[in-house]
T-cell receptor
Framework: DAGVTQSPTHLIKTRGQQVTLRCSPK?????VSWYQQALGQGPQFIFQ???????QRGNFPDRFSGHQFPNYSSELNVNALLLGDSALYLC???????????FGSGTRLTVV | QQQVKQSPQSLIVQKGGISIINCAYE??????FPWYQQFPGKGPALLIA?????SEKKEGRFTISFNKSAKQFSLHIMDSQPGDSATYFC?????????????FGTGTRLKVLA
């Protein structure tokens, strides 16, 4: 049973560029949450998707946007990249209304 | 009010010793408190979790102690092993806008000396 799959694992982008990160949830899960984890910090909530809609959003600017597809997979898009966007981006899946989060291994984004 | 404060930032324990990590929260709407273990280059993995109607939960060498009145909870790792060396995050979850959201602590980097 595959867990949460994220791609790519590593990415290097230049300031001002745009990036798309992808996530396939654990089999049976229908909700996807995205987190940003800066080096040495705890994960910070970006947003959560369920039924292809953004349900909750953390304190992140509109440069961060997302999408969920009918098969529950999800994308995180970041526009106009800043150096401060360099972080590990984590995707977590769960069942709507359920407590348990399963995290992927993340995408390490470096902005130069 | 949505913060979860975690301490210590780092911890060094001898093999066989007890590791203790503490967390505190403010918002009484939180109703689920998991602990996650993260190894370098990996995503966090659920270790153990507790609901506020229980004061203690034990799974193997890992125990959560929960003090609802003090709004504090802690992770105890008994008989700590070098393989336990990792970063540990506490988290708190609450239901809102039709879904659950996790707020994480800042993490504790544990090193267990052989």
């Amino acid at each position: 049973d595959a867990g949460v799959t994220q791609s790519p694992t590593h990415l290097i982008k230049t300031r001002g560029q745009q990036v798309t990160l992808r996530c396939s949830p654990k089999s049976g899960h229908d909700t996807v949450s995205w987190y940003q984890q800066a080096l040495g910090q705890g994960p910070q909530f970006i947003f959560q998707y369920y039924e292809e809609e953004e349900r909750q959003r953390g304190n992140f600017p509109d440069r961060f946007s997302g999408h969920q597809f009918p098969n529950y997979s999800s994308e995180l898009n970041v526009n106009a990249l800043l150096l401060g966007d360099s972080a590990l981006y984590l995707c977590a899946s769960s069942l709507q209304g359920g407590y348990g989060y399963t995290f992927g291994s993340g995408t390490r984004l470096t902005v130069v | 009010q949505q913060q979860v404060k975690q301490s210590p930032q780092s911890l060094i324990v001898q093999k066989g010793g007890i590791s203790i990590i503490n967390c505190a929260y403010e918002n009484t709407a939180f109703d689920y408190f998991p602990w996650y273990q993260q190894f370098p280059g990996k995503g966090p993995a659920l270790l153990i979790a507790i609901r506020p109607d229980v004061s203690e939960k034990k799974e193997g060498r890992f125990t959560i102690s929960f003090n609802k009145s003090a709004k504090q909870f802690s992770l105890h790792i008994m008989d700590s092993q070098p393989g336990d060396s990792a970063t540990y995050f506490c988290a708190a979850s609450m239901y809102g806008e039709g879904t659950y959201k996790y707020i994480f602590g800042t993490g504790t980097r544990l090193k267990v000396l052989a």
